[in-house]
């Protein structure tokens, strides 16, 4: 019902800042609380923050609580994830996901997904 494609990923040093962007094609992207994940080679994919369909509710991994802020704008059909202070363990493939539910932490919860922008954040 629903087709995601991140960009705006890239390559930036300690601290910097990046924002990526996940556009949505398809019907009722308004009702699909939308979250993003992200993977690092060898390593299980991770929550990293969620919203709800409307925007007004937002969860956050606490490892990026402060740092990164997850929006919405329905009327584009996009979401984003603004990411500031950057680490290195930072560093990931970052993926976006709708569900058809309620938000979940699990990856597992999630029935859409985009194919992932990678994220490299050097020191």
């Known amino acids: 019902q629903v087709q995601l494609v991140e960009s705006g990923g890239g390559l930036v040093q300690a601290g910097g800042s990046l924002r990526l962007s996940c556009a949505a094609s398809?019907?009722?992207?308004?009702?699909?609380?939308m979250a993003w994940f992200r993977q690092a080679p060898g390593k299980e994919r991770e929550f990293v923050a969620a919203i709800t369909s409307g925007g007004a509710g937002t969860y956050y991994a606490d490892s990026v609580k402060g740092r990164f802020t997850i929006s919405r704008d329905n009327g584009k059909n996009t979401v984003y994830l603004q990411m500031n202070s950057l680490k290195p363990e930072d560093t990931a493939v970052y993926s976006c996901?709708?569900?058809?539910?309620?938000?979940?932490?699990?990856?597992?919860?999630?029935?859409?997904w985009g194919q992932g922008t990678q994220v490299t954040v050097s020191s």
């Open positions: 996901a709708a569900a058809r539910t309620g938000i979940r932490r699990s990856w597992t919860s999630y029935d859409y």
């Open positions: 398809g019907r009722s992207f308004s009702n699909y609380p």
